[in-house]
């Protein structure tokens, strides 16, 4: 297969390129004709060894992943070890040796129990996501290059509205009064009501990525994803080198997919509380589909952050779990909810940006669940079931609480 750049295509950075989502998507914009290059410094499987965990799936070295990549389709994709969020000289020496158009940011530490497990992790991702984030920015503008920023946030800024609203695209248009009377219109930043520290930490993003888009004429897309399901693309699956990462912990499994390995080896779904908080969802193959679409966009984006909705529906909990007790078989079982949020809300948001680039999701009902189960099956020898249930709690009447429970 010829190597050669297509027209249009771009030279793209992806920090945090070995990641659950940035391996992925790496390969997705490599197949797409883009010229890849990975950063990463390994500190997500550093977490594993921390917290005695493995993936699901068995993966390999990230130089092993990138030589098997080559071997399947010709096409290469290079690498720079180095820490992003405090290695700022090897920031700026990547944007001027490769001077990419776009750098994609997932460079930064993603689970909402993790960052809540004690007042280090809590610190740890701040230091880790605010820095990684203003380090990129402030090197962007260094380098004097037209770099288009594409961010990988959360549906979770938002919060979880309990009253009947779809969301927005990331503003809210306010009318107010000056001193005169007269009203006067603006799009503000839709209020955040962050969950969790990392949640939090990916709204202040917002307020970095708003300056410098305003101040320097950073061109940035800032992709509020909902929780993603599913482990394997069509390039992960080319070769069993490429497989993706499968989390199932309490840290770092999200829902969707600790359901279905839960389901794979007959224990309870562990729905927390009611289970009638609403959440968004994206399939893995959608989320790079996105990530593609949202690079290959950058020429629309101008100095207002360019924010959409990554995700393709919200279910309840408690219906989810049902689904796929009833797609796979399996007992449902409510556990104390170690989050301090409310019982029940009513998610809705609107993600016309993406669908009018063209993204056509893919659906739960898509057959897909099963064969997730099947990947779990086939590796349920490495499932450690001790580490399954959340054990970080938002504060310590959430952990008195499970502790009653348990009694």
């Known amino acids: 297969m010829s190597c050669r750049r297509r027209r249009g295509a771009t030279r793209v950075a992806v ?4 990641g659950f989502c940035g391996w992925p998507s790496a390969l997705h914009l490599s197949a797409s004709g883009h010229e890849v290059t990975i950063v990463d410094n390994f500190v997500r499987r550093r977490a594993d060894d921390e917290l005695g965990v493995q993936s699901l799936t068995p993966i390999r ?15 290469r994709i290079a690498f720079a070890d180095f820490d992003v969020a405090h290695d700022y000289d090897a920031m700026i020496e990547l944007l001027t040796a490769v001077r990419p158009d776009a750098v994609v940011h997932f460079a930064e530490q993603r689970s909402a129990p993790y960052s809540m497990k004690s007042p280090s992790h809590k610190r740890q991702t701040i230091d880790n996501n605010l820095n990684a984030t203003h380090n990129l920015l402030t090197a962007v503008v260094q380098s004097g ?10 549906m979770g800024v938002y919060g979880y509205e309990t009253v009947p609203v779809d969301l927005p695209e990331g503003y809210l248009t306010v009318s107010y009064p000056d001193r005169h009377g007269e009203m006067h219109s603006r799009d503000i930043l839709y209020p955040t009501q962050p969950g969790s520290v990392y949640h939090l930490s990916k709204s202040l993003d917002q307020l970095l990525f708003q300056f410098y888009a305003r101040n ?21 699956e080319r070769d069993p080198r490429l497989v993706n990462r ?15 390995v839960e389901a794979a080896i007959g224990y309870p779904l562990t729905v927390h509380g009611t289970g009638g908080q609403t959440r968004a969802f994206i399939n893995i193959h959608d989320t790079v589909r996105c990530i593609r679409l949202a690079v290959e966009s950058g020429a629309q984006v101008g100095d207002q952050v360019r924010v959409m909705n990554q995700m393709t529906e919200t279910h309840r909990v408690s219906d989810l779990a049902e689904l796929v007790a009833r797609t796979v078989g399996a007992d449902v079982d409510r556990v104390t909810n170690p989050r301090q949020e409310a019982d029940e809300n009513q998610l809705a948001a609107r993600n016309d940006r993406l669908l009018g680039l063209g993204l056509a999701p893919v659906r739960l009902d898509s057959g897909l669940l099963s064969a997730e189960v099947d990947i779990a099956r086939t590796y349920a020898g490495r499932i450690d079931v001790s580490r399954i249930p959340c054990r970080s709690y938002w504060n310590e009447s959430r952990r008195s609480a499970a502790e009653e429970q348990s009694a």
Do not use: C, K, M, P
């Open 216 to 236: 320097d004429g950073v061109r940035v897309t800032d992709l509020h994803q909902g929780i993603v399901w599913g482990t394997q693309t069509v390039e992960t």
């Open 15 to 18: 920090l945090g390129g070995d």
């Open 61 to 75: 070295s990230l130089s092993d992943r990138i030589e098997a990549w080559h071997e399947v389709t010709g096409r």
């Open 246 to 260: 499968f989390d199932y912990d309490g840290d770092y499994g999200t829902v969707l997919n600790r359901f279905l």
């Open 145 to 154: 290059i037209d770099i288009h920023v594409v961010h990988l946030g959360t």
